[in-house]
């Protein structure tokens, strides 16, 4: 089993939540590896921010992609190789703010992906402006005076839009976490991870988080009372909310077909579009 790790520098603040997200991962590939989903079987994305970071601290293949975009790279990755397992890894600021749009309809189309959202409630990267996830009163270089908007809660927006495996994980609960990931690659269809990220630099939620968060040992039988558990604040639920087993997009789009194995040479492709052509 490889250990995942890479050469590369590691410039996450000292004790940021994003370490215990990293080892989650490693730990989740070596089960997965054990189970026939080889690294090569992999590929990874993830969108701009500190979060991000973890592409150059895994050696999986992939490639970055942009603020907000991974969740949509991911679902070309796959739609191109549907053998391919994929993961995109997100920040609070980049999935529900401007990758939102691509992260609902991935759960709207029930895409065979798995996304992790790093939820620190803050940009880090930039320095700590608030996000969709930061609470009332937030403040920052943006809302000095404190934030006077209520955020999101991402496991009811994903409930909502139809994402069939929809977990909340901490690093904190590493093993557990571990075990998300685990789950979340296994499942067929659109996966959902919101990972409780404290920022130890911009929004330091260690204590909130190791006070009022809680595993939950069942998954909610019912999407209303998926719905209500994810709503409940204190104590804040850890677990699985929702999984449940429903055709994919691509197994629906194209059965049988993965363009990568069945790509054409040069020569039959110019044919092909030359008869296109000839009797257009
Ligand atoms: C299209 C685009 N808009 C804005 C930015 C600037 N930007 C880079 S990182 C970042 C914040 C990322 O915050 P988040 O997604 O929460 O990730 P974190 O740094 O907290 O892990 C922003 C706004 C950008 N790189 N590209
Ligand atoms: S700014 Fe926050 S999220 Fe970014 S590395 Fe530092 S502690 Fe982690
Ligand atoms: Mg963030």
């Known amino acids: 089993m ?13 004790g940021c939540g994003n370490f215990g997200i990293l080892s989650a991962v490693r730990k989740a590939v070596a089960r997965l590896e054990d189970e026939g989903v080889t690294a090569s079987r992999l590929a990874i994305s993830a969108g ?10 895994l050696a999986l293949s992939g490639f970055y992609s942009i603020h907000g975009r991974e969740m949509a790279t991911v679902q070309g990755m796959k739609l191109a190789n549907p053998d391919l397992s994929v993961i995109a890894f997100a920040g609070d600021g980049d999935a529900y703010g401007e ?4 992260l609902l309809f991935a759960a709207k189309r029930n895409a065979d992906i798995t996304v992790v959202v790093h939820d620190n409630g803050v940009y880090g990267l930039t320095t700590g402006q608030f996000t969709p996830t930061s609470p009332e009163g937030f403040k920052g270089p943006s809302t000095p005076g404190g934030n006077v908007e209520r955020p999101f809660n991402p496991l009811a927006l994903m409930l909502e839009a139809g ?21 979340a ?15 130890v630099t911009y929004n330091d939620t260690y204590d909130r988080y190791n006070e009022h968060a809680g595993l939950m040992d069942d998954t909610p039988a019912t999407l209303d009372e998926a719905l209500a558990r994810a709503r409940q604040e204190d104590p804040l639920l850890l677990g699985v909310f929702r999984d449940e ?3 994919t997009f691509h197994e629906k789009l194209m059965p049988d ?11 039959s492709r110019i044919r092909r579009m030359t008869t296109l052509y000839n009797n257009r």
């Open 245 to 247: 087993d429903k055709p």
């Open 48 to 57: 701009i921010g500190c979060h991000a970071k973890i592409f150059d601290y």
């Open 185 to 199: 690659v296994r499942h067929r269809g659109c996966s959902f991870i919101d990972v409780l990220q404290p920022c």
């Open 2 to 14: 490889r250990n995942l790790k890479t050469p590369a520098e590691n410039t996450w603040c000292p």
């Open 99 to 102: 990758g939102l749009v691509h």
């Open 257 to 267: 077909r993965n363009p990568v194995r069945d790509r054409l040479d040069r020569a």
């Open 163 to 183: 994402a069939t495996f929809v977990a909340r994980g901490y690093p904190g609960s590493l093993d557990h976490l571990a075990d998300l990931i685990v789950r």
